[in-house]
Nanobody
Framework: QVQLAESGGGLVQAGGSLRLSCAAS????????MAWYRQAPGKEREFVAS????????KLADSVKGRFSMSREIAEKMVFLQMNSLKPEDTAIYYC??????WGQGTQVTVSS
């Protein structure tokens, strides 16, 4: 089993910043790539960013390139999503994900205009 726990969501004005955190744990944690997804009301869940533990190679969705970045802290088994220049359309529940179908409970991000 792998457990993922997100934190850091909240309410922010457009143009503001938030930093999301995801802590991974569990007996079968396998150092697979980590990812962030988001789901806005009435929309499907969509990919936001991913990172490899070795090398820290990241991928970002086109909609967040230049505004979001993803990083990891290997010793703590944590990944982070730094979100800058937030827009109202970034409003969603943000989920942490890793291979094997493991998801966190999600953290709400609301961006007001």
């Amino acid at each position: 089993q792998v457990q993922l726990a997100e934190s850091g969501g909240g309410l922010v004005q457009a143009g503001g910043s938030l930093r999301l955190s995801c802590a991974a744990s569990g007996r079968t944690f396998g150092w697979n790539d980590m990812a962030w997804y988001r789901q806005a009301p009435g929309k499907e869940r969509e990919f936001v960013a991913s990172i490899t533990w070795i090398g820290g190679t990241t991928k970002l969705a086109d909609s967040v390139k230049g505004r979001f970045s993803m990083s990891r802290e290997i010793a703590e088994k944590m990944v982070f999503l730094q979100m800058n220049s937030l827009k109202p359309e970034d409003t969603a529940i943000y989920y942490c994900n890793t291979a094997g179908g493991y998801w966190g409970q999600g953290t709400q991000v609301t961006v007001s205009s």
